[in-house]
């Protein structure tokens, strides 16, 4: 590995650990929705009005069995609901309730400030660029890694 990359895979090792500071701060500070669950909420949420355990389960590339408990928690904490699908009654639509609503804003919001802190010395076309950068960043990893849509994300927990 040249040492470009070397230097890069230590940045994002920094990364992944201020990403998990980052969450752990927010599920301190903002408890409403627990630890690991704000992006299933955010799922949920994008879904909007059609969104079934075995969408989001497709979604999130995550097991059937994690989405299911996962649901279970949230449903538990008041931020979601199961409510029928009209279509076929046999099923279920999940919904984010009105607590989960305000829980999500929460978080948003929470999230922006500290990035606006974070960001305050940047100059806007800093900022752009790092985003774009990242956006390809990412897709570029998932071609490398052969962007296998059956790839199932148990394992990067």
Request: aromatic fraction near 4%.
């Amino acid at each position: 590995m040249d040492s470009d990359a070397g230097e890069l895979g230590l940045r994002l090792y920094d990364l992944v650990r201020c990403i998990r500071l980052l969450k752990q701060h927010r599920a301190d500070q903002h408890p409403a929705i627990p630890a690991g669950m704000l992006g299933m909420l955010v799922q949920i949420n994008q879904l909007s009005s059609d969104c079934h355990a075995r969408d989001l389960a497709d979604r999130t590339r995550l097991d059937a069995s994690t989405v299911s408990r996962s649901v279970a928690a949230l449903v538990a904490h008041g931020l979601i609901e199961r409510r029928p699908d009209p279509s076929d009654r046999r099923a279920t639509i999940l919904a984010l309730t009105p607590a989960g609503r305000t829980a999500l804003a929460d978080s948003h919001r929470w999230y922006g400030e500290v990035l606006e802190r974070a960001l305050a010395d940047w100059a806007p076309g800093e900022v752009a660029a790092l985003s774009a950068a990242l956006g390809r960043f990412t897709g570029d990893i998932a071609i490398a890694l052969g962007n296998n849509d059956n790839d199932n994300l148990e394992a990067a927990r």
